[in-house]
């Protein structure tokens, strides 16, 4: 999952996101950690991040 990375190049913090989101700041925290996620969550964060459930869910460079 390529949350964190996404995250970052948009220049977005964990916070910031929690706010688009509604998502909670330990979740996020968790999924950038684990890479795993529902698919709700996922839809939530892919559309407040303004990419596909594919460019979230693609592996990112460090797995």
Do not use: F, Y
């Not at 706010?19 to 968790?30: C, N, S, W």
């Amino acid at each position: 999952m390529r949350l964190k990375e996404i995250r970052v190049s948009q220049g977005l913090s964990v916070p910031k996101l929690v706010e688009l989101t509604g998502v909670p700041r330990r979740t996020i925290q968790e999924i950038e950690k684990r890479g795993e996620c529902t698919v709700s969550t996922a839809l939530k964060l892919a559309a407040a991040l303004g990419v596909s459930l594919d460019e979230l869910c693609a592996p990112s460079a460090s797995e």
